[in-house]
């Protein structure tokens, strides 16, 4: 069964920068959907960054310009350079995979996901 192992968030102050990576456990990304999901305890989550079937990345309208989403095939690994962070960027960032999605996959939600991971925190003060 694929497992997705996040790491790579802290503290930072506002405007600071982080990057998380995302990496697959018995798997190997393929040409799939991947998203970064940002959940705040006690709200929906939101999908925030993806990459799709075709490598065209997509992003929520309030992060465009301050996050970037990555896929490294050779270290099998999924990144989201995140900059110029604001305290509303705070929560927990998880990566999510869809296999055999073709499209736009920006939107998706848990029960459309192949699997997502249990994700990292990220804290940003003002």
């Known amino acids: 069964q694929v497992q997705l192992v996040e790491s790579g968030g802290g503290s930072v102050q506002a405007g600071g920068s982080l990057r998380l990576a995302c990496t697959p456990s018995g798997y190997t990304f393929n040409n799939d959907c991947v998203i970064w999901f940002h959940q705040i305890p006690g709200m929906d989550y939101e999908g925030v960054a993806s990459?799709?079937?075709?490598?065209?990345?997509m992003y929520a309208e309030r992060v465009t310009g301050r996050f970037t989403i990555t896929r490294d095939n050779l270290k099998n690994t999924l990144y989201l350079q995140m900059t110029n962070l604001k305290p509303e960027d705070t929560g927990l960032y998880y990566c999510?995979?869809?296999?055999?999605?073709?499209?736009?996959?920006?939107?998706?939600?848990?029960?459309?996901?192949?699997?997502w991971g249990q994700g990292t925190q990220v804290t940003v003060s003002s």
């Open positions: 990459i799709d079937s075709d490598g065209i990345p």
């Open positions: 999510g995979l869809r296999q055999w999605w073709f499209g736009s996959c920006l939107g998706l939600r848990h029960h459309e996901l192949t699997t």
